[in-house]
């Protein structure tokens, strides 16, 4: 009867015991996998700034230092005039939130007069209440998550740029690759970092302003305010600029403006919409002289 030798038992053990640690750590480090991916893209983008201060006698530790405080400032004001403007209108419904559930309950009863059904009684409040209750401590997570992610993302960024060698030649020594087809692979894959670190909040801008055009036109109350709101969703995956399309709409049918609605739908839906196709092919063949039929 054959057995298994002890020295391959040991082998095949050791191997699942390698194998069931890194599943472990990626499922751990899932929720801040953002924040290394974050540090790679602001890598791409600030290696060539990070040359020419070295270049003009910066030390490395300073110059890193500056281009990180620089980074930081330029999400984070952005980021910061983003929520100022929602915790407003947030505290607006808030303070108003007699007058929205009364919008609301007409079109509800509106609605329920169009389609001949109760829809009412099938609202379970309770189960609403329940399901806000929940995704607002899920929202408190997510945000304890991105800045432990932003953490992350910046003691990363600042070893990547001081360590700028150290990290190529351990590249080189431990990925499979001859070192020309590396140093290609890795001028692509700079060039396409950079396209769409740049491409996307660029194509979100153009968006953003041929959805504020049609506001401006339409007559939508507070234009700007929903200009921003779109152009942040242009960057979101799989939500795009519905996220400030739906909610004007909504509104403009609330205060009565029936034609004015369905006006700014279509505008969204088919103008808004095809401009993100056409700009993106534009914006990344000229960035990084990507295909047209690669980015489709």
Not at 150 to 161: C, E, P
Not at 195 to 221: H, K, R, T, W
Not at 227 to 236: C, D, E, N, R
Not at 237 to 246: C, D, M, N, S, Y
């Amino acid at each position: 009867m054959n057995t298994l030798k002890p020295a391959l038992v040991r082998q095949i053990f050791v191997l699942l015991l390698i194998l069931f640690l890194a599943v472990l750590i990626f499922k751990e480090i899932t929720p801040y996998l953002s924040g290394v991916l974050g540090a790679i893209t602001l890598y791409a983008l600030l290696i060539s700034w990070m040359r020419k201060l070295l270049a003009r006698g910066w030390k490395p530790s300073l110059a890193a230092a500056f281009l990180m405080s620089g980074s930081f400032v330029g999400i984070l004001v952005p980021v910061s005039l983003i929520v100022l403007m929602l915790s407003s209108k947030i505290g607006k419904a808030v303070a108003n939130s007699e007058r929205v559930v009364s919008a609301v309950k007409e079109q509800t009863y509106y609605l329920e007069d169009y389609f001949g059904y109760n829809l009412s009684q099938t609202i379970d409040t309770s189960s609403v209440t329940s399901w806000i209750s929940t995704n607002l401590q899920s929202l408190a997570g997510g945000t304890f998550d991105a800045f432990i992610a932003i953490g992350i993302m910046y003691f990363m960024l600042y070893y990547m740029l001081t360590n700028r060698q150290a990290l190529r030649d351990s590249l080189i020594a431990y990925i499979p690759l001859g070192k020309e087809n590396l140093t290609l692979i890795g001028k692509e894959s700079n060039q396409l970092v950079k396209s769409n670190a740049l491409g996307i909040p660029l194509v979100a801008l153009c968006q953003g302003i041929i959805a504020l055009l049609g506001y401006l036109v339409i007559g939508v109350p507070d234009p700007f305010f929903w200009f921003v709101i779109t152009a942040v969703g242009s960057m979101i995956p799989f939500i795009g600029t519905a996220l400030g399309i739906l909610p004007v709409t909504i509104l403009l049918f609330a205060q009565g403006d029936n034609l004015q609605a369905i006006a700014i739908l279509i505008y969204g839906l088919v103008v808004v919409g095809a401009t993100d196709n056409i700009i993106r092919l534009y914006v990344l063949e000229r960035l990084a002289s990507v295909h047209p039929l690669i980015t489709l």
